[in-house]
T-cell receptor
Framework: AQSVTQLGSHVSVSEGALVLLRCNYSSSVPPYLFWYVQYPNQGLQLLLKYTSAATLVKGINGFEAEFKKSETSFHLTKPSAHMSDAAEYFCAVKRQGAQKLVFGQGTRLTINP | EAGVTQSPTHLIKTRGQQATLRCSPISGHTSVYWYQQALGLGLQFLLWYDEGEERNRGNFPPRFSGRQFPNYSSELNVNALELEDSALYLC???????????FGSGTRLTVV
């Protein structure tokens, strides 16, 4: 079975600082991995996805994530935080060939001016 | 291309009533997923429909049910509403190729 652990339910950074949101996964087979963002009172929007191609994945809004098999991690980063990045971020995993996405509990990102 | 649409946006019901939530997937998507997002509880998987059939169900009581229509749109029904059913209900669709879901904006259900 697949599972995802997001380390830190709340992360706070200053505007212009590095954003690092941590995600570790558990999967018995090669996984597909995803990051979604949710702005207040909205649905989830796909930021980026890893589907067994390049291990460094670039997404929208300047975010990127690196798949590290040895560490079973898929951390999300952005070099310089903007106020508009304040939102909740969800990491998700699915088994290749399967349909069901399994989500982490989410990390709320706050940006300080 | 139209995204996943959900209706209504907001729904207020009293305890014991029934609620019906609707979802239209992206054109060409045959799978529809329902999630409950209650305050502080993250995303809880409810139901998965594909090609008109229920494929998987999360750990929810039977009063949560749904269906998928021939045009792949879907309904989620919640009977005998309880206060703790108050949540944002999210619908997502996929094309079955396994590259992730596209989410709608959700229905905010409030039970009073």
């Amino acid at each position: 079975a697949q599972s995802v652990t997001q380390l830190g339910s709340h992360v706070s950074v200053s505007e212009g600082a590095l954003v690092l949101l941590r995600c570790n996964y558990s999967s018995s087979v090669p996984p597909y991995l995803f990051w979604y963002v949710q702005y207040p009172n909205q649905g989830l929007q796909l930021l980026l996805k890893y589907t067994s191609a390049a291990t460094l994945v670039k997404g929208i809004n300047g975010f990127e994530a690196e798949f590290k098999k040895s560490e079973t991690s898929f951390h999300l980063t952005k070099p310089s935080a903007h106020m508009s990045d304040a939102a909740e971020y969800f990491c998700a995993v699915k088994r290749q060939g399967a349909q069901k996405l399994v989500f982490g509990q989410g990390t709320r990102l706050t940006i300080n001016p | 291309e139209a995204g996943v649409t959900q209706s209504p946006t907001h729904l207020i019901k009293t305890r014991g009533q029934q609620a019906t939530l609707r979802c239209s997937p992206i054109s060409g998507h045959t799978s529809v997923y329902w999630y409950q997002q209650a305050l502080g509880l993250g995303l809880q998987f409810l139901l998965w429909y594909d090609e008109g059939e229920e494929r998987n169900r999360g750990n929810f009581p039977p009063r949560f049910s749904g269906r998928q229509f021939p045009n792949y749109s879907s309904e989620l029904n919640v009977n005998a509403l309880e206060l703790e059913d108050s949540a944002l209900y999210l619908c997502a669709s996929s094309d079955g190729q396994g590259y992730g879901y596209t989410f709608g904006s959700g229905t905010r259900l409030t039970v009073v």
